[in-house]
C-alpha cells in the first residue's frame, strides 16, 4: 500500500459526460500528480500541483482540468467525455517539488470506461 | 515517434532464471532515469532513480545500469520469483530547463513460470 488513495476505483459513464476523479496523496507529500494510462498509449503525464499550484503539464486535453486543495487533496475533472479517454488515471504523491527528482508513490488508479 | 524505447515487449522466463530488460532512449538531456513495476491492474511501484552521471543502482535482486553515452539502460533481474511477474516501465525525465515532457516506455510484460 503506496499511502495514496483514489476514489472511485472504477467508473462507468456515457460519452459527452462529466466525471471528477479524487486522490489522496500520502501524509506530508505535498506534490500531486495525474496520469493517464491507457492500453495503446503507455504511461503519459497529464499535470503535477504543488501545494495548491499548478506546477508542469503534459499532454492534458483542454477538456481535462485538476486542482488541488488546501488540503492537498486532488480532483482530475473530465468532461465531454469521448470514446478515447477510456484508460486507467493514476495519481501519484511525492514529497517535495521535485523537478521529477524524487520518488513518485502511486495510487491503485481509478478504470473509467466511456460507452 | 517515442523518444524511449523498450525490448523485448514480452518475455517469458523460468522461475530461478535470470533476465535483463533494455531501454533505448533519444531524450537528451535528461535529468534522471527511472525503472517501475506495474503489477497487473495496480499503480507503478519505483525500482530505481539514476541520475546521469550514475552507471548502476541495486534494489535487491533488481540492478539498473545506464550507458549517457549510447543512451541505454537495462534492468537485470537476477534468481526470478513468481512474483517479478509484471510490467516494467523505463521512464525518462528530460532536464527541467526543458520542460516536462516526460517520456515513458511502452514496457516489457514478464512473465515468470514455475
Known amino acids: 500500500d503506496s499511502g495514496v488513495t483514489q476514489t472511485p476505483k472504477h467508473l462507468i459513464t456515457a460519452t459527452g459526460q462529466r466525471v471528477t476523479l479524487r486522490c489522496s496523496p500520502r501524509s506530508g507529500d505535498l506534490s500531486v500528480y495525474w496520469y493517464q494510462q491507457s492500453l495503446d498509449q503507455g504511461l503519459q503525464f497529464l499535470i503535477q500541483y504543488y501545494n495548491g499550484e499548478e506546477r508542469a503539464k503534459g499532454n492534458i486535453l483542454e477538456r481535462f482540468s485538476a486542482q488541488q486543495f488546501p488540503d492537498l487533496h486532488s480532483e482530475l475533472n473530465l468532461s465531454s467525455l469521448e470514446l478515447g479517454d477510456s484508460a486507467l488515471y493514476f495519481c501519484a504523491s511525492s514529497t517535495t517539488l521535485g523537478s521529477f527528482g524524487d520518488t513518485q508513490y502511486f495510487g491503485p488508479g481509478t478504470r473509467l470506461t466511456v460507452l | 515517434k517515442n523518444q524511449v524505447e523498450q525490448s523485448p515487449q514480452s518475455l517469458i522466463i523460468l522461475e530461478g532464471k535470470n533476465c535483463t530488460l533494455q531501454c533505448n532512449y533519444t531524450v537528451s538531456p535528461f535529468s534522471n532515469l527511472r525503472w517501475y513495476k506495474q503489477d497487473t491492474g495496480r499503480g507503478p511501484v519505483s525500482l530505481t532513480i539514476?541520475?546521469?552521471?550514475?552507471n548502476t543502482k541495486s534494489n535487491g535482486r533488481y540492478t539498473a545500469t545506464l550507458d549517457a553515452d549510447t543512451k541505454q539502460s537495462s534492468l537485470h533481474i537476477t534468481a526470478s520469483q513468481l512474483s517479478d511477474s509484471a510490467s516494467y516501465i523505463c521512464v525518462v525525465i528530460p532536464n527541467p530547463n526543458s520542460g516536462y515532457a516526460l517520456n515513458f516506455g511502452k514496457g516489457t510484460s514478464l512473465l515468470v513460470t514455475p
Open positions: 539514476m541520475t546521469f552521471s550514475e
